[in-house]
């Protein structure tokens, strides 16, 4: 009686985590609606995302105590340098702590859904596919209230521009977060309804641009027309020979060619070749790809390196040192950002988490030709890449769900396939 009674509970907290992660999105939209019509979102989204996180830490101690003791082990790997500049400066840890936890959040959504596909690995899959639909639909709705003048505009009105209202990103408060939050749903759905559905498929590839192309982020742009145009081929690249990938090598320099040929008309019918021009006169090519992030790591670098020792800087100063001194403590890109606030060991965990799921999707392409994880390695890649010049991808706080979601998925979805061995499995979780 008391197993049957546990396992009543375990199955009632994952239906309730669950539905909790099927709608986490329309809950920064209200929190964006909130800020824009009253100047304050009541933390509505934070309180969200840490009774989510918390949940799944719960079902997480129930299944997995091996994976559930790793998050405080990141914490105190983490944490030493900004605890020792609270020493010194006191105020509040809280920042940190909070922007810890989003750092290891990707990781709890990844060992919470590996944890409930061990009890069912058919519901695992047709949960998440369900929880992927429905924040997509929830993006595509706040897309469209966008186009009819609702919420914000992705760039703010500047002197020099003509056009000011530049791009929508609806009721969404973070443009660069939700470029990469439509990538992560857009690759689900396009490698799913590819094998599954065509005409859906290109349904979903045709809104996934057109979204991208409304919020006229270089990230969100560029990133969904390379996942809709080579999604379609992943079948075909992860079986290549010398001369398929010299073809790919031949199609892939030729769209690159066709692509900046055309670029000028396409940036002029989307608006944005005013602003790339003013940039690429002002500051050159690196201002168009960095947005000025070079100079915000510069001065960051200046006053950390005046402020604070060497020793110091090699835990990190958090960004309890770093906002001490500057308003603008980001330079947002990811791997510099975590080194200056947690030194060596927040660019070891960031090179750790990016290793790790390409790492994994890599060996079960080679072990099972999946498809899937070959379009993760793909989507990993394109996020590392993102990560590095934009930022905001592994701290943020509307990505970490789909993101560790979309990971698991590959793993569960080729342990439910013909094994070759379980030492080999077992070597690719790890």
């Known amino acids: 009686m008391r197993l049957s009674t546990y396992f009543q509970q375990v199955q009632a907290l994952d239906k309730l985590i669950l539905l909790l992660c099927s709608c986490y999105l329309l809950v920064d939209a209200c929190n964006g609606f909130l800020l ?28 997995t105590g091996k994976a559930f003791l790793l998050f405080p082990a990141l914490f105190v790997l983490l944490l030493p340098g900004a605890f020792y500049s609270w020493l010194q400066l006191g105020g509040s840890l809280a920042a940190d702590l909070g922007l810890i936890l989003k750092l290891i959040s990707p990781l709890i959504a990844f060992y919470y859904l590996l944890s409930l596909a061990q009890l069912d690995k058919d519901f695992a899959l047709t949960s998440l596919h369900r929880i992927f639909v429905l924040n997509y639909l929830i993006v595509l709705v706040n897309f469209i209230l966008g186009a009819l003048g609702y919420g914000y505009t992705s760039y703010l009105p500047q002197q020099h521009l003509t056009q000011v209202d530049l791009g929508s990103k609806g009721f969404f408060n973070a443009a660069n977060e939700l470029s990469v939050v439509l990538l992560v749903l857009s690759a689900w759905l396009l490698q799913y309804y590819w094998q599954q559905q065509k005409l859906i498929f290109l349904a979903v590839a045709a809104t996934s641009v057109w979204c991208a192309s409304l919020m006229l982020t270089k990230t969100g742009l560029l990133g969904s027309l390379i996942l809709v145009l080579l999604i379609p081929l992943m079948p075909w690249l992860i079986r290549l020979n010398w001369a398929r990938l010299a073809l790919a090598m031949v199609l892939l320099f030729a769209s690159a060619a066709l692509v900046i040929w055309q ?76 080194y200056i606030f947690y030194g060596v060991a927040g660019l070891i965990f960031f090179s750790w988490i990016f290793i790790g799921f390409i790492a994994q999707n890599l060996r079960l392409c080679r072990l099972f030709s999946s498809d899937l994880a070959a379009t993760l390695v793909l989507l990993n890649l394109l996020l590392l890449m993102v990560s590095c010049i934009a930022g905001h991808v592994i701290s943020s706080g509307m990505l970490w769900p789909v993101w560790g979601f979309i990971n698991a998925a590959a793993l569960i979805h080729c342990q439910s396939q013909a094994k070759p061995t379980e030492t080999e499995l077992a070597h690719v979780t790890q």
Do not use: C, T
């Open 36 to 63: 824009n019509q009253f100047g304050r979102s009541f933390g509505l989204s934070a309180l969200y995302k840490v009774l989510m996180l918390m949940l799944m830490l719960a079902s997480l101690s129930q299944r």
């Open 263 to 338: 670029a000028p008309l396409l940036l002029s019918q989307l608006g944005l070749a005013e602003k790339l021009q003013h940039i690429y006169q002002q500051q050159g090519l690196l201002g168009v790809l960095l947005s000025s992030r070079d100079k915000y790591a510069a001065e960051i670098w200046q006053v950390v390196s005046f402020y604070y020792s060497d020793a110091h800087r090699l835990f990190g100063v958090g960004l309890i040192g770093v906002s001490e001194h500057l308003w603008k403590f980001w330079a947002e890109s990811d791997p510099f950002d975590l």
